[in-house]
């Protein structure tokens, strides 16, 4: 047993009947820098289509039938701020996952077998193993944690931070809007409902009841998914090697050097914005085991 450094790669299951490449399409050679990555899945792009369209709904029913007809401009601008600020985060984190390719660019030729993607560095013979294969992206990915039909993307090492700022902030406008749904009802109760909305009384209560319904499922599905997500990260351990429950064969690294190794270095605010890359050159090697 020795360490030898390197980039962050798996345990390669060196069984024969996983050696299978006519099972396993090669991946593309990855495009000039700009190129635009978007997966051709029918089920994935209506799912994206659906997460803005529930988006843009609630940012409907939060200004049109609480905020602007709302007396209190105080708490209609502040509200309307904040809620109009997390949407936007939430929407274009959505189309950093969705439109980044999640394998980085690779520096040498790499081979598919079967379910292994293994990286042959040229001049030498040593193969180092990668993550996973995807059969709708169609091509094995690095760090792959799962497929997600709603960024229709694969989430891999190069747009996981995307995909933790999408379930985080579409987290925070749920929480906000349910908090609001929670106002105006209150508000409505002690007044006239014919004067808390622009809209009848039966049509803003179905408005309401609506938002209040998917900001509850998509608070707690979002939260989950983030939890699950900073776990993920903090723990080195991609989603598929945790359901596979394999053993562990790669250097422990530190929580925080696991979170600058996806977020970027060094912590700075542009851990918390879509559109700051993650720079991972400065990132310490890590170490395999074989």
């Not at 406008?173 to 007044?191: K, Q, R």
């Not at 064969?249 to 970027?264: S, Y």
Request: a positive charge; one cysteine or more.
């Amino acid at each position: 047993m020795m360490l030898i450094p390197t980039h962050h790669f798996r345990n390669i299951e060196r069984k024969p009947e996983y050696l299978q490449p006519e099972k396993c399409v090669p991946p593309p050679y990855p495009g000039p820098v700009g190129t635009m990555w978007f997966i051709r899945d029918g089920c994935g792009i209506a799912c994206a289509i659906v997460t803005w369209f529930l988006v843009l709904y609630a940012e409907f029913v939060v200004l049109f039938v609480m905020l602007i007809p709302s007396r209190d401009y105080v708490y209609s601008i502040i509200n309307g701020i904040v809620f109009n600020l997390l949407a936007f985060l939430a929407l274009a984190s959505h189309c950093r996952a969705m439109l980044t390719d999640p394998e980085p660019a690779r520096k040498w030729p790499s081979l598919c077998l079967g379910e292994v993607h293994l990286f042959l560095k040229s001049w030498t013979s040593l193969f180092q193993a990668a993550a996973s294969a995807s059969c709708v992206c169609k091509r094995c990915i690095r760090k792959m944690d799962h497929h997600c039909p709603w960024v229709n993307n694969c989430v891999g090492e190069n747009n996981q931070k995307y995909f933790v700022l999408f379930t985080m902030y579409i987290a925070l406008i749920s929480l906000h809007a349910l908090i609001m749904v929670g106002f105006h009802f209150l508000h409505c109760f002690e007044e006239d409902w014919t004067k808390c909305s622009s809209f009848s009384p039966p049509t803003t209560v179905i408005l309401l009841i609506l938002l209040c319904f998917e900001g509850l499922l998509f608070l707690i599905f979002t939260s989950v998914m983030f939890g699950t997500q900073v776990h993920s990260i903090c723990t080195d351990e991609t989603g598929i090697e945790q359901l596979k429950k394999e053993e562990r064969r790669w250097a422990k690294k530190t929580k925080w050097m696991n979170m600058k190794a996806v977020f970027g270095h060094p912590f700075s605010l542009g851990w918390a914005s879509p559109f700051a890359t993650p720079d991972q050159g400065k990132a310490d090697p890590y170490q395999y085991v074989v």
